[in-house]
């Protein structure tokens, strides 16, 4: 009589990591899917191409990629009632995307950078929030208009800010020149409340401790003043501040 061995079920990698029919479906899926969204966005990416160069859009204006690859990733392929089981599948992918170039005043460095901005399509138009500071949709020529107006905007921007650091330099020397003794330096004022803005100031500060603040933009000799403090005054006793108040 032939001997007959029991197999452990345990010992059966080779038959349970085959892949049934459908398994191998829904990886085919996968695949298929993944290659008509890569295509679906690189037709997307080619017509803005089309309609920005149709509304006279020129090279320095624009830039755009058309690069695919391909990546891996872990689909499950059983039902979702049952124990998912991951399968590695390699994935077509779009790399590629598409921006506008405008000019953008960047205060942190003193200088007019060209910034680039994602573009959403929608129909025949553009949506572009980073150039727009809105997400309506714009005809190409009316985004052509707005890069311009944002290049003088950042010119406009860039004189402002070296005029009112030439002023806040020539405010400290005067005031240098006044108040030999005292202590003169520039620095940031802000505004209070819910729209936040930000200020060039100088300090004159005193030996007595006592100081002003003022506030300066652009045009010489017509700083503002924005804070001051009276430490002699901050010190006095109540009946000395009561007799200056009688004696005003």
Not at 61 to 88: A, D, H, L, M
Not at 103 to 122: G, S
Not at 138 to 161: G, H, Q, S, V
Request: glycine letters at 4%; proline letters at 2%; aromatic letters at 12%.
């Amino acid at each position: 009589m032939e001997n007959i061995t029991a197999i452990d079920p345990n010992q059966l990698p080779l038959f349970t990591d085959m892949l049934t029919v459908e398994q191998e479906e829904r990886i085919t899926f996968a695949k298929t899917d993944a290659t008509k969204q890569m295509k679906r966005q690189l037709d997307e990416v080619l017509r803005k191409v089309e309609i920005v160069a149709d509304a006279g859009f020129t090279s320095d204006k624009f830039g755009y990629s058309t690069e695919c690859g391909k990546y891996t990733r872990e689909i499950n392929v059983n039902r979702w009632n049952e124990q998912p089981k991951y399968v590695e599948v390699e994935l077509d992918r779009f790399e590629g995307n598409f921006y506008i170039i405008f000019d953008e005043y960047f205060a942190h460095k003193n200088e007019i950078v060209k910034r680039k901005a994602t573009v959403d399509l929608r129909g025949d138009k553009l949506e572009c929030y980073w150039l727009n500071n809105s997400s309506r949709k714009m005809k190409p020529a009316t985004i052509l208009a707005n890069i311009a107006k944002a290049a003088d905007k950042a010119k406009a921007e860039y004189k402002r800010a070296n005029a009112v650091k030439s002023n806040v330099e020539y405010t400290i020397d005067k005031y240098k020149k006044l108040y030999p003794e005292a202590e003169v330096t520039a620095g940031k004022g802000y505004t209070r409340g819910r729209n936040y803005t930000e200020f060039d100031t100088v300090r004159v500060q005193f030996k007595s401790g006592s100081y002003v603040v003022f506030e300066v933009y652009s045009t010489p000799d017509k700083e503002y003043v924005h804070e001051k403090y009276d430490a002699k005054f901050k010190n006095s006793r109540i009946d000395e501040i009561m007799d200056y108040f009688n004696a005003q």
